[in-house]
Each structure stands twice: as C-alpha cells, then as structure tokens.
C-alpha cells in the first residue's frame, strides 16, 4: 500500500520551504470526494469551488496530526523544523495549501478513514478570525514617537471635530487606532481620521436614535446579537431577504447601519499602545477584544436585495469611518444569484475583502457559537 504523500506550503509573509509529510502506514486517510475530482475531469464543479479549499486544508491538518504535530520535528531531508513553520501567537495563522499527487496514484478505495486523533486536528482547526488589530512590531518607543506626531498633526488642523465629546488628539487610544490601520503612517493615518470626524459631525452620528429609522428597525433585517461569539466579540446580524430594494429607505437604512455601528463599539476596547497602562478587562479575559463578527444570513437573497447603493455606504462605513473594527465577516448560505452582486461589491472593499468568508449555518454552529449562544434566525433552517 503505497504511502500518501502531501505536500504543504505554508503561506505566510515570509519565504518558507515547502514540507513533505507522510501519514504513518498505521493511520491513512480517505481524501473527501470533491477533491478527488480533477477541475473538468467529469462530476459536478458548482460544489468544488466552494468546498475544496476546506477539504485540503483538512486533509493537511489530518496528515500533520498523524505525524505528531506538538513535537518540534522536521520531515524530509533539510526541511525547517515543523514548529518554526507554525503561527506565532502574535501573528496571522498561515493558510495551508496541499497538492495531491496524480489522481492515477491515488487509491481512494483503498485507504482507510482517518483516526481520532487526525479528526481531532481536523475540528479544532477553523480560522475564525481576529480580536484585534496587529501591533506590527512597535516597541513602546516608536509607538510614543508615531503618537506624538500624529497628535502635532491633528492639533495643525483647524476645526477638527471632536471624537464623541472630547478632543481626538487627547485620546491615545483613538491614534493608535487609526495608526494600526494605517501600518503606522502617521501622515494617512491623520487624514483617514480627519476625514471620519468630518463625516461623524455631517452625519449627526452622536445624535442617531431609533426614532429616525423606526420604520427599518421594525422590520428585522438587523440586530445586535445578546450573545457574544467563542472568541469574545460582539455579533450583528443581518437578514438579507428582510431587506428589499423597492421598500427600503435609504437615508434611514444608513442611520439604523451607524447606530448599531456605535453600539458595537461601545462593546468592543480600544487598545492603549504599547507602555501604557492596560485598561480593565472582564474576569476571566487574558486577550482584548477591539473586533466585532458580522453575520450576513443570505438565504432567500434575490435580485431584490442586490442593493449596491446600501453596499457603497456599508464598505465606507467599514473601510473609512470604523476601520479594523471587524475580525471576520460570514456570508451564510450563499445562493448562487449572489455571486454576481459579490463580483460587483468585492472590489470596493479592497483588502477588506479578505474578512469574508462563506460558510454553511453547520459551520457557524459548530464553530462560532457556544450551546444555545447561536443568534436565532441562524437556528431555523
């Protein structure tokens, strides 16, 4: 029984060497189905795109747990240890990425299912996102000396508004904020705040209430969730087949998107940079949480609720106005007539775009939510 060789690449910032792993002749995996189909080689290929990339990542997980995974090892001749190739816990965990051999080598029938412990790696691996902004390696130091400049810039302008009711430039954690975002450019960074002030003060953002969007509120077709995800952030939820292009208010469908925006935050920290005094967290809570999730419940989504107007707001709000301030964004249940208002919506997000991630209400249920935590038209088939 010849051996099943993967080979994994870890995907990161950094140049790293491909490992060839081997499954122990003890424990051999059945690859799933899908993807032991070739691209055109016969079957269907609507479900390959979606499922494929979590059937190799499994796969390669599953191989990475027979060949003991804790231990710092290296596999193959020359290879980097195994440890020095997994995420750090200050980074961004690396995608996996598997090539399987030829499909004449492959013997699908004759493998057998993976062990406990390869399922085991299998299900605790899911990406869910972060919690908060990266540091990008700012030492007390550099961060104080990013903050003052950002503070001379600010204090240079004339008429900036405030940062809900207090000066912006007094607020570190505000600038550290915006500095993160902006990968520590002090000069974008005072114009991407500047410009988020401006529209908070246009916007009336700190006078929004239910009374100016009663009629959108009472539909349903948003919420924040009662409940916090495993991670810790707090949840919004949208309901897509609620919302209708032909019935919708648009002025009030913005307002009611900013209001439950600033509830959010108030809910989420603000990071002090670094050598400042942490501010007090739950018991219980080691990590801060400055991230919210967002939910977009897709199924019954039509034509109708192709809104690409609502869509340009929602990805500036996102983009400009409350930057960084989610880890992971789920489209659940996505139908097939949402791919083209995805094509169309994709490139306004830019490198937002990477927060989305689609998946089944299985997946939100297993992974997101502790039991009886789940929001409660996710529970409904």
Same mark, same amino acid.
């Given at each position: 029984?010849?051996?099943?060789?993967?080979?994994?690449?870890?995907?990161?910032?950094?140049?790293?060497?491909?490992?060839?792993?081997?499954?122990?002749?003890?424990?051999?995996?059945?690859?799933?189905?899908?993807?032991?189909?070739?691209?055109?080689?016969? *079957?269907?290929?609507?479900?390959?795109?979606?499922?494929?990339?979590?059937?190799?990542?499994?796969?390669?997980?599953?191989?990475?747990?027979?060949?003991?995974?804790?231990?710092?090892?290296?596999?193959?001749?020359?290879?980097?240890?195994?440890?020095?190739?997994?995420?750090?816990?200050?980074?961004?965990?690396?995608?996996?990425?598997?090539?399987?051999?030829?499909?004449?080598?492959?013997?699908?029938?004759?493998?057998?299912?993976?062990?406990?412990?390869?399922?085991?790696?299998?299900?605790?691996?899911?990406?869910?996102?972060?919690?908060?902004?990266?540091?990008? *390696?700012?030492?007390? &130091?550099?961060?104080?000396?990013?903050?003052?400049?950002?503070?001379?810039?600010?204090?240079?302008?004339?008429?900036?508004?405030?940062?809900?009711?207090?000066?912006?430039?007094?607020?570190?954690?505000?600038?550290?904020?915006? %500095?993160?975002?902006?990968?520590?450019?002090?000069?974008?960074?005072?114009?991407?705040?500047?410009?988020?002030?401006?529209?908070?003060?246009?916007?009336r953002v700190e006078r929004l209430g239910p009374e100016l969007f009663a009629r959108e509120l009472r539909s349903g077709k948003a919420y924040l969730h009662e409940h916090a995800?495993?991670?810790?952030?707090?949840?919004?939820?949208?309901? &897509?087949?609620?919302?209708?292009?032909?019935?919708?208010?648009?002025?009030?469908?913005?307002?009611?998107?900013?209001?439950?925006?600033?509830?959010?935050?108030?809910?989420?920290?603000?990071?002090?940079?670094?050598?400042?005094?942490?501010?007090?967290?739950?018991?219980?809570?080691?990590?801060?949480?400055?991230?919210? %999730?967002?939910?977009?419940?897709?199924?019954?989504?039509?034509?109708?609720? &192709?809104?690409?107007?609502?869509?340009?707001?929602?990805?500036?709000?996102?983009?400009?106005?409350?930057?960084?301030?989610? *880890?992971?964004?789920?489209?659940?249940?996505?139908?097939e007539v949402f791919g083209s208002f995805w094509d169309a919506v994709r490139p306004l997000l830019r490198h937002y775009a990477t927060l989305a991630d689609f998946v089944t209400?299985?997946?939100?249920?297993?992974?997101?939510?502790?039991? *009886?935590? %789940?929001?409660?038209?996710?529970?409904?088939?």
């Amino acid at each position: 029984l010849k051996p099943l060789w993967l080979k994994v690449r870890f995907k990161s910032t950094r140049d790293s060497s491909p490992l060839l792993l081997s499954p122990s002749t003890l424990l051999l995996m059945r690859a799933p189905a899908t993807c032991m189909h070739e691209p055109g080689g016969g *079957g269907t290929t609507s479900g390959l795109r979606r499922h494929r990339p979590r059937h190799t990542r499994q796969l390669a997980l599953a191989a990475l747990a027979c060949t003991g995974v804790g231990a710092a090892v290296g596999v193959g001749g020359g290879c980097p240890p195994l440890s020095a190739a997994l995420p750090s816990g200050g980074g961004r965990r690396p995608s996996l990425r598997v090539a399987l051999p030829p499909a004449a080598d492959r013997c699908p029938g004759r493998l057998a299912p993976p062990g406990r412990r390869a399922l085991a790696a299998v299900e605790a691996y899911h990406d869910l996102g972060s919690c908060c902004l990266p540091g990008l *390696g700012a030492d007390a &130091a550099h961060a104080r000396e990013l903050i003052e400049e950002l503070r001379r810039r600010l204090l240079r302008m004339r008429d900036l508004p405030p940062w809900r009711g207090h000066r912006a430039a007094d607020d570190e954690g505000l600038l550290w904020w915006f %500095l993160r975002d902006r990968r520590l450019d002090a000069a974008e960074s005072a114009e991407k705040l500047r410009r988020a002030l401006c529209w908070r003060r246009d916007f009336r953002v700190e006078r929004l209430g239910p009374e100016l969007f009663a009629r959108e509120l009472r539909s349903g077709k948003a919420y924040l969730h009662e409940h916090a995800d495993v991670a810790g952030r707090p949840v919004l939820v949208a309901i &897509a087949r609620k919302h209708s292009v032909l019935e919708r208010n648009l002025l009030e469908s913005c307002r009611m998107c900013a209001w439950f925006m600033e509830r959010a935050l108030n809910m989420v920290e603000t990071v002090a940079p670094p050598g400042s005094d942490p501010a007090a967290r739950p018991a219980g809570r080691e990590e801060p949480v400055e991230q919210a %999730l967002g939910i977009f419940d897709l199924r019954g989504f039509s034509p109708l609720q &192709a809104d690409l107007e609502f869509a340009r707001f929602l990805v500036e709000l996102l983009h400009s106005y409350y930057p960084g301030r989610f *880890g992971r964004v789920l489209f659940v249940e996505a139908p097939e007539v949402f791919g083209s208002f995805w094509d169309a919506v994709r490139p306004l997000l830019r490198h937002y775009a990477t927060l989305a991630d689609f998946v089944t209400l299985d997946d939100v249920r297993r992974h997101y939510f502790a039991p *009886g935590c %789940l929001p409660r038209e996710l529970e409904r088939f």
